[in-house]
């Protein structure tokens, strides 16, 4: 008689997870390869990807994760951009792409969605009801309301409409002890503690998301400057004089250039561009703000086009929706920082950045919703030719100068493992504390996505 064999740990959790999920547990280096990515960063192979389909699956992964000690990365689409749902060594990714129940309320102006449903999805089916859901991350085609939760993700309609944690009325989650919550923002406003964290204080598996009237009428301009300190400068009036537009963007001369080598729409190159909607129910008001935008924009030596039309003004936010795709010509790789600064400081911010940018040597090029002071500077390089480690010591010096203008690390991207270490600058070690004694209490054994925003 043979010898038998004893199971690594690693075996029997296998055996485990093939009992629970059977094939929706993948194990194979090919199929676990992609799971090791988010948009920017990359990790280790992990050690399983289980794809529940339920709250109670999910509950059941906890438990067995608690039993062996496994960490557990929750995951949405993976587009990500500081690597909050990429894997340490030996954790197991818990992708939610299979949880996508979407139940819509129209009377009470509501919709109950799972966290694999994708940001769009909610505003394509609450449109036949003429609602929708404001929070726009430019990426909403794919990123799903688990990542817009962890990262209390924005987009363009923030500056008007406010972020994805402005729109959560009720939350659920699994904590790390296996026990399923179903909260709303009352006392302990719990679902609050969550939104923003990243997956590392529990596992959200549900939301109820409040969804709003689709405006009647929008008015859109383009406002071309010769140079971005005026932009700033006319962001600031208009906004101080009582314009309210749903959304504020802003291109630098290089996005400008890069957009129209892309596209060829005709855009003036070597220019700064202001991109402005207004909206509302009433015209009159809808026409008024955008007015005070043009006025303000004309005023400090903006050449302004205003859409005549759905058509035209589609055809503008398409140069905004199109600088990724665009600045991927320019060098075949990027880190895209993420910053917030009080308005104010934009210009000074943005003309400091570019000069970092020429000191390095390499390519920045700046864009963002700027109503918020949300910048995204975006340093291009090509691996072959340009050191990475110099990009990311460049990425560093950006955060800081934020945080010298009295700005954040993050405007709408998170902290993740990217600006992790950085948190000990930005935050006083008295805070830090205080989140490392939150994380101690919701997550004793340290399994939910460690590493994470915590230094
Ligand atoms: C081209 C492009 C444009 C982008 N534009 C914007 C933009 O305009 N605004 C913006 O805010 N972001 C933007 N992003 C960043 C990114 O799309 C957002 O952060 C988005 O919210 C991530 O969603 P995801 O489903 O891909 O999440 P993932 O990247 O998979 O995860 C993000 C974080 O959420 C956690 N998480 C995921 N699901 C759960 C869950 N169920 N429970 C608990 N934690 C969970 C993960 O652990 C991770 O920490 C952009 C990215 C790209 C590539």
Redesign the pocket.
């Known amino acids: 008689m043979g010898v038998r064999k004893i199971p690594s740990l690693a075996e029997a959790v296998r055996s485990e997870l093939r009992t629970l999920f059977g094939p929706r547990v993948l194990l194979s280096r090919s199929e676990k390869g992609v799971y090791r990515y988010?948009?920017?960063l990359v990790g280790p192979e992990p050690l399983a990807v289980v794809l529940p389909e339920s709250r109670e699956e999910v509950q059941a992964l906890v438990r067995l994760a608690r039993k062996h000690g496994l960490p557990l990365?929750?995951?949405?689409?993976?587009?990500?951009?500081?690597?909050?749902?990429v894997p340490e060594e030996g954790a197991i990714v818990?992708?939610?792409t299979r949880?996508t129940r979407l139940e819509l309320d129209p009377k009470g102006r509501t919709a109950w969605a799972e966290?694999?449903v994708?940001?769009a999805r909610i505003s394509e089916e609450a449109r036949p009801y003429g609602l929708f859901y404001p929070?726009?991350?430019?990426?909403?085609r794919?990123?799903?309301?688990?990542?817009?939760?962890?990262?209390?993700?924005?987009?363009?309609l923030?500056f008007k409409y406010g972020?994805?944690g402005d729109y959560v009325l009720e939350l659920e989650?699994v904590d790390a002890f296996g026990e399923l919550h179903h909260l709303s923002r009352q006392a302990y406003d719990l679902p609050g503690l969550?939104i923003g964290?990243?997956?590392?204080?529990?596992?959200?598996?549900g939301v109820r998301v409040r969804l709003l009237p689709l405006p009647r009428h929008r008015a859109t301009l383009m406002a071309a400057f010769p140079e971005v300190g005026a932009l700033a400068q006319a962001v600031s009036r208009a906004i101080a004089q009582g314009a309210v537009p749903a959304r504020l963007e802003f291109l630098d001369p290089i996005c400008v250039n890069a957009v129209e080598d892309y596209l060829g729409m005709g855009l003036p190159r070597g220019h700064a561009l202001l991109l402005a909607e207004t909206d509302g129910d009433d015209l009159e008001v809808v026409q008024e703000e955008l007015s005070l935008v043009e006025e303000t924009a004309e005023g400090l030596g903006a050449k302004v086009q205003k859409a005549r039309d759905e058509k035209e003004a589609e055809a503008l936010w398409r140069a905004r929706r199109s600088v990724?795709p665009a600045l991927g010509r320019i060098r075949p790789k990027r880190v895209?920082e993420?910053i917030a600064v009080p308005r104010s400081h934009l210009p000074q911010v943005v003309q400091g950045i570019s000069a970092l940018g020429e000191a390095y040597g390499l390519v920045v090029a700046q864009f963002g919703?700027i109503g918020d002071g949300n910048l995204?500077p975006n340093i291009l390089f090509d691996p072959k030719r340009e050191s990475e480690e110099r990009v990311w010591e460049l990425a560093h010096e950006i955060a800081r100068v934020a945080l010298r203008h009295g700005g954040v690390l993050s405007?709408?991207?998170?902290i993740?493992l990217m600006k992790r270490e950085f948190m000990r600058e930005a935050v006083e070690e008295g805070t830090l504390e205080a989140f490392r004694t939150v994380k101690a209490v919701l997550d004793p054994q340290g399994l939910?996505?460690p590493g994470?925003?915590l230094p």
């Open positions: 988010d948009a920017i990365v929750p995951r949405g689409a993976g587009s990500g951009l500081s690597g909050g749902a818990v992708a939610f949880m966290p694999g994708t940001t929070p726009d991350p430019a990426s909403w794919t990123s799903t309301l688990g990542g817009n939760l962890g990262e209390n993700a924005g987009g363009p923030c972020v994805t989650f969550l964290s990243e997956g590392t204080l529990g596992l959200i598996t990724s895209n993420d919703h995204h405007g709408e991207h998170g993740g939910l996505n994470k925003v």
